[in-house]
C-alpha cells in the first residue's frame, strides 16, 4: 500500500532559526494537504497543493510540490515560539479512497 | 460559526463492549471523514461519508463502521473492543474536500 514518510521525526530550533520538513510519497499523489497540531489539541488544515511543481506562501510558511508529485515540503523561516507543534502532510493513495497521512515532524522552539 | 463537534469527549469501555461516537460537522458541510491517533500509528483513515454514503475506507476491520445521517451528522461505532482500540478518535468535516476541520475529538480508553 502507499506510504508515507515525513524527515525528520523531530527538530529542535532556537527561536528566530529556519525550519523544514520534508514529505515523500511512495505513490503519486492527486493534492498534498499539511496540517498543524499542537501539543493536547486536533490538527488544523494549513494548505493544500494540487499543481506539479507549485509553491504557496503564508506569512512566514512556504509550501512545495514536487514535480513529480510524490514529495512536498514545508519551510517556516525565523520560527516563533507560537510554531511549536507536530506538522503532518496528507493525500490520498491511487485509488482515492485511502487519505493518507505522514508520521509528522514534531517542532520543538527555543526561547 | 460553530465548529466540528465531537461527543463525548472521554469514554471509558471494558473489552468487548461496543461503543458509538457522535460527530456534528460544520453546517453545510456534507463530507465526514473518521480518524484513529495513537502515539504508536499516527493518524489513520478509517472511513469518510458523503450525503449519507461512505465514499472512501481505510484499512481497518469491520469492528469499525459508521453512518452519515440526512443532517450530515456521524456516527462511529466500533465493536468488541480490543485494549488496542483505544486511541483519540478524530472527525472531521469538508465542503468540497480542499481541506478538512478536526474536532477536539473523543479519547476512548479500553480496559
Known amino acids: 500500500g502507499q506510504q508515507v514518510m515525513q524527515i525528520p521525526q523531530y527538530q529542535h530550533v532556537q527561536e528566530g532559526e529556519d525550519f523544514t520538513t520534508y514529505c515523500n510519497s511512495s505513490t503519486t499523489l492527486s493534492n498534498i494537504q499539511w496540517y498543524k497540531q499542537r501539543p493536547g489539541g486536533h490538527p488544523v488544515f494549513l494548505i493544500q497543493?494540487?499543481?506539479?511543481?507549485e509553491v504557496k506562501k503564508q506569512k512566514r510558511l512556504t509550501f512545495q510540490f514536487g514535480e513529480a508529485k510524490k514529495n512536498s515540503s514545508l519551510h517556516i523561516t525565523a520560527t516563533q515560539t507560537t510554531d511549536v507543534g507536530t506538522y503532518f502532510c496528507a493525500g490520498y493513495d491511487n485509488y482515492g479512497q485511502n487519505f493518507v497521512f505522514g508520521p509528522g515532524t514534531r517542532l520543538s522552539v527555543l526561547p | 460559526k460553530a465548529g466540528v463537534t465531537q461527543t463525548p469527549r472521554y469514554l471509558i469501555k471494558t473489552r468487548g463492549q461496543q461503543v458509538t461516537l457522535s460527530c456534528s460537522p460544520i453546517s453545510g458541510h456534507r463530507s465526514v471523514s473518521w480518524y484513529q491517533q495513537t502515539p504508536g500509528q499516527g493518524l489513520q483513515f478509517l472511513f469518510e461519508?458523503?450525503?449519507?454514503?461512505?465514499?472512501n475506507k481505510g484499512n481497518f476491520p469491520g469492528r469499525f463502521s459508521g453512518r452519515q445521517f440526512s443532517n450530515s451528522r456521524s456516527e462511529m461505532n466500533v465493536s468488541t473492543l480490543e485494549l488496542g482500540d483505544s486511541a483519540l478518535y478524530l472527525c472531521?468535516?469538508?465542503?468540497?474536500?480542499?481541506?478538512?476541520?478536526f474536532g477536539s475529538g473523543t479519547r476512548l480508553t479500553v480496559v
Open positions: 461519508y458523503f450525503s449519507e454514503t461512505q465514499r
Open positions: 497543493l494540487v499543481k506539479s511543481g
Open positions: 472531521a468535516s469538508s465542503l468540497n474536500s480542499y481541506g478538512y476541520t
